[in-house]
Structure formats: structure tokens, C-alpha cells
């Protein structure tokens, strides 16, 4: 279906014929083709068995991982599927070492919980922690931030918009400090992408993470890793 007019996309959520759904942040209301495409997914496993891994499933994950890609401008081939966010900033530490005199990581107390669980377990691996305090609980103080941001900094993994308050990051400045010391940023679009403009390339963003469920209105299981291309060589 390819339409100009977005009520015309309402039949196709059965959900909608008996309610008004209002908590597309949490779970996206499911489209009736997904009984199709689940059970043509079944299908294959059922049929092919082994095979589809080769026939269907292993490029499976790289083709979603375009799509998305292609919402926040991201090249082909620079975004994989992970299982949540967490998961991806945790294989982007992986590919650092804290050992030395860089190993400053800086960022607020807006970020997602999880994410900030995983970043205080890696002071056990020599990373220095740095958390600018937003005393409002709504506004991240961007000059604070960005004077954290130093050239003994390693990472810097913000949020792109605020899970609490909605207030939208200056994300741009906030990579072109961390670049201009040296610094990679880590930018969580999971509250972003869907809801305001993120152009990767226009940023210049080191890694961006996020995931469909909320405001790409899609279902559970389905986390994203961008990697700006010149770094996964």
C-alpha cells in the first residue's frame, strides 16, 4: 500500500476497530500483515529446516539492519540488528581499552537506567566515570556536558532525546567537542528516531543505537548499531 493520506494505513491495525492506542512508546500496535510474514517465517523453518539459515536467514538480519539504516541515512552495511540497546553499547566498550590515560567516559544522569548500570561496571575495568548532574530532571546542561568532555576522555554515550522529559540533546555539538579532543560518541536514537530528523552522516556520529519498539511503532526483539563506516575497518 503506498498512500499520501496516513489514515488510509488504519484498516491495516486491527487493534484500531475497537480502540483509541495511545502507547506506541511502549509496544506499536501490530499490523495485520505481520500474521503472514510470521507465518511465512514458520513456513521456511518448517520446510527447509537447516537450510534456511543459508537460503533466507543469515542475510536476514543485515537486509532489516539496511532498512532501518535508511531511516536515520545510515550507508548499506554500517547498521546491524542486536537483541537492546544495552547490548549494543556493550559491544562498542568491547572494542575499547580503559587501561590507559584515556579512559573517560561522560555522560548524564538522563540516560536510559540500563545503559548507565552497564557504564559504572566498566570502572571495574579502569574506565573513569564522569555523570554531569541535571538538577532539573528534564534539561541536560550542554556547556557542563561538553566541559566534561576532555582529551582524557574515551566515550561519551548520550541520549539523543531524553527518556523523561522529551528535551532533545544538542547532539551536534556534543560530537564535534568529543571529536575536536578526540573523543567517540555513543548516540542512543531509541527515543529519536521516528519522532525528529537524525541524518548519521550529517553528524558525523562515531556509533548510534536504538530500536524499533517505541516510536518506529514496531514490536519486541529488534535493536540497532550504527558504525560510521571508516571505523569498522
Avoid at 147 to 165: G, K, M, N, Q, Y
Amino acid at each position: 500500500m503506498t498512500t499520501d493520506d496516513p489514515l488510509s494505513y488504519r484498516s491495516e491495525f486491527p487493534i484500531l476497530d475497537r480502540t483509541t492506542y495511545l502507547i506506541s512508546n511502549s509496544l506499536g500496535a501490530m499490523p495485520r500483515g505481520v500474521y503472514d510474514a510470521m507465518k511465512g517465517y514458520a513456513d521456511i523453518w518448517a520446510t527447509r529446516g537447516v537450510r534456511a539459515w543459508e537460503e533466507r536467514w543469515w542475510m536476514l538480519a543485515a537486509d532489516v539492519g539496511d532498512e532501518i539504516g535508511a531511516l536515520m541515512n545510515a550507508p548499506k552495511g554500517s547498521v546491524s540488528t542486536q537483541q537492546n540497546v544495552t547490548t549494543c553499547q556493550q559491544v562498542v566498550a568491547s572494542c575499547f581499552d580503559f587501561s590507559g590515560k584515556r579512559n573517560k567516559v561522560v555522560y548524564s544522569d538522563l540516560n536510559f537506567p540500563s545503559v548507565m548500570y552497564f557504564w559504572e561496571a566498566q570502572r571495574a575495568y579502569g574506565a573513569s566515570i564522569h555523570m554531569v548532574e541535571c538538577h532539573d530532571g528534564i534539561h541536560v546542561p550542554t556547556d557542563r556536558l561538553v566541559e566534561a568532555i576532555d582529551e582524557t576522555t574515551l566515550l561519551v554515550p548520550v541520549s539523543h532525546v531524553i527518556f523523561r522529559s522529551s528535551y532533545i540533546n544538542d547532539a551536534k555539538t556534543i560530537i564535534e567537542k568529543a571529536h575536536k579532543v578526540g573523543a567517540h560518541v555513543v548516540l542512543d536514537t531509541f527515543q529519536s528516531l521516528g519522532t525528529v530528523p537524525v541524518d548519521v552522516q550529517a553528524l558525523n556520529v562515531d556509533f548510534t543505537c536504538g530500536g524499533v519498539l517505541k516510536w518506529l511503532c514496531v514490536g519486541p526483539g529488534v535493536a540497532y548499531l550504527y558504525v560510521r563506516p571508516d571505523l569498522a575497518k
